[in-house]
């Protein structure tokens, strides 16, 4: 089962990531570096780490978006592949246009790292299909640009097609109806989140929470 973790400079938990679908899949993905054109022959999925790419410089994941091997992660999440964009991640996949809104600075102007409850929305996608709806969860957090902002038509639009994948359950960002993260893509396939599930995703973590999001991947391309 062949995956892909996409590396910019300043991405920092692309190894991560990488463990999990290591865990999940049973083979290493392959780290495509940003100035590649083409994901490797094969891909199933991809995913886009958390991190500080470029130094989060001009605007959280916005040069990173502009790389070179974004038009083949773009490329394939037409073709309905699974894309995870996960912290900085969901911010290139923003600013990329994959999904849609922007990530602002936190309210509060404070940078936020530890565990965060979550509920599980009723997205309909494949990262999802081993939660169940209104589920709650535990996700580490961190970021200092993780408050999710859209117009009140995209947000209605967002709630009325079921695409928020997780809501924060608590106080954590000022995120606009508490959305952590949503789905996009012509089938679901594209989720953007600001938890990092990798880092909930095995029992040394103290909470395997993040683990099942994985499990759904690998069911979707198994």
């Known amino acids: 089962m062949r995956t892909a973790v996409i590396v910019f400079p300043g991405s920092n938990c692309d190894r991560d990531v990488g463990v999990a679908l290591e865990r999940a899949t049973g083979r290493r993905p392959d780290m ?11 891909t199933a999925a991809v995913a886009v780490p958390g991190g500080f790419s470029y130094g989060d410089y001009l ?22 592949l699974p894309v995870l964009g996960v912290c900085n991640g969901f911010q ?18 404070n940078y936020v790292c530890r565990p965060v409850a979550l509920t599980v929305g009723d997205a309909r996608s494949p990262f999802l299909s081993a939660y169940r709806a209104g589920e709650a969860v535990t996700v580490p957090v961190a970021h200092n640009d993780g408050s999710y902002y859209a117009d009140d038509e995209m947000l209605d639009r967002l709630e009325g097609e079921g695409r928020v994948a997780f809501r924060y359950a608590e106080p954590v960002n000022g995120s606009a109806r508490s959305i952590a993260g949503i789905v996009g893509g012509p089938h679901g396939n594209v989720l953007g989140m600001m938890p990092h599930p990798e880092r909930a995703a095995e029992p040394a973590h103290g909470n395997t929470d993040g683990a099942r999001l994985f499990q759904g991947l690998l069911a979707a391309i198994a």
């Open 59 to 80: 605007r959280s994941g916005a040069v990173a978006a502009r790389s070179p091997v974004m038009r083949a992660v773009a490329d394939a999440a037409a073709r309905g």
């Open 32 to 42: 495509v570096w940003h100035t590649d054109t083409d994901l490797p022959d094969g």
């Open 92 to 109: 290139v996949l923003t600013e990329a246009g994959l999904l849609p809104g922007a990530l602002m600075r936190n309210r509060g102007l």
